[in-house]
């Protein structure tokens, strides 16, 4: 199993600054890799860098189902 990094909510928004993902989900141009529903920061659940790359990034929604996929995938 790889190695699992979290992020604090006070920290969230920097982060995503930081790597340019807040304006998107700001934007509502940010949707679940999963049920392709617009990611806002109600509905955030999950963060799930791509091929280990913490700069190209999944996002997962609150859906019960995005969340049982998330768990498939790991």
């Known amino acids: 199993?790889?190695?699992?990094?979290a992020v604090f909510d006070e920290d969230l928004k920097k982060?995503?600054?930081s790597l340019g993902y807040y304006d998107k989900?700001?934007?509502?141009?940010v949707t679940c890799s999963f049920c392709q529903r617009t990611i806002t920061f109600a509905?955030?659940?999950a963060i799930?860098?791509?091929n280990n790359n913490p700069k190209t990034l999944s996002f997962v929604c609150?859906?019960?189902s995005c969340l049982?996929?998330?768990?498939?995938?790991e």
């Open 68 to 73: 049982g996929k998330t768990e498939e995938s």
């Open 1 to 5: 199993m790889g190695q699992i990094n």
């Open 48 to 50: 799930i860098p791509k």
């Open 62 to 64: 609150d859906n019960l």
């Open 15 to 17: 982060v995503l600054k």
């Open 25 to 29: 989900i700001v934007n509502k141009e």
């Open 43 to 45: 509905n955030l659940h």
